[in-house]
């Protein structure tokens, strides 16, 4: 297994895989209410079983290319997580996604986490494009994709149904060629 640091904090980003199913849930169990706020990630989850059914299903998604699941660590303790929701190697496209437990926000945890996927995704493996997609309600998510260099490409307007409300969702993204401008001006 590998670790990657995400800084002098003692944070780190590692593979998050089935059996790490107690641990994520346990996470989840803890940040349950906040995380569930934007996303279904937490509703995914309730159990044991569940938690392993998700994490298998990245853990296929990375066997296949499409996908990939890493869990953040901080202080020994999983509080959150980065992913490649979709990964398409032949097209040149992938969108990234977070999420984080309230206790380790403000941290700059998540930004530091998609700088180490989107560099492997653009200088390992070819991407062209890297999107990211939040709810417009979701500030900090946003910010965090403002604080990446991305552009916001589109507005779709309440095309989210989740909890039974309608929410606009904006699609962020950043091209290869800006992620390296953005690397050689030191960003």
């Known amino acids: 297994m590998f ?6 904090d003692g944070a780190e980003l590692r593979p998050l895989e089935p059996w790490n199913a107690g641990e994520y849930l346990a996470h ?12 279904a990630l937490a ?7 569940s938690a392993t059914a998700f994490l298998q299903s990245y853990a296929d998604k990375a066997a296949a290319d499409s996908g990939r699941l890493y869990g ?3 202080d020994g303790v999983l509080v959150g997580g980065v992913l490649f929701k979709t990964f398409d190697a032949e097209s040149g496209n992938c969108e990234v996604g977070c999420w984080l437990e309230q206790a ?3 941290r700059g945890l998540i930004t530091r986490a998609i ?6 995704a653009v200088e390992q ?4 494009r890297v999107e990211w997609v939040a709810s417009s309600g979701n500030t900090a ?3 965090v994709a403002k604080r990446l260099g991305m552009v916001r490409d589109a507005v779709l307007r309440e095309s989210n149904l989740y909890r039974g409300v309608r929410h606009d969702m904006e699609i962020w993204s950043v091209l290869a060629r800006d992620w390296r401008r953005q690397d050689a001006s030191g960003r």
């Open 3 to 8: 670790a990657v640091s995400l800084g002098d």
């Open 104 to 106: 380790a926000v403000g």
């Open 43 to 49: 509703d995914r989850s309730a159990d044991l079983a």
């Open 141 to 143: 998510s946003i910010n």
């Open 72 to 74: 953040i660590w901080a």
């Open 125 to 128: 493996r070819g991407m062209h």
């Open 28 to 39: 989840m169990d803890r940040g349950r209410e906040y995380i569930g706020r934007f996303i």
């Open 115 to 120: 700088r180490v996927l989107i560099d492997w």
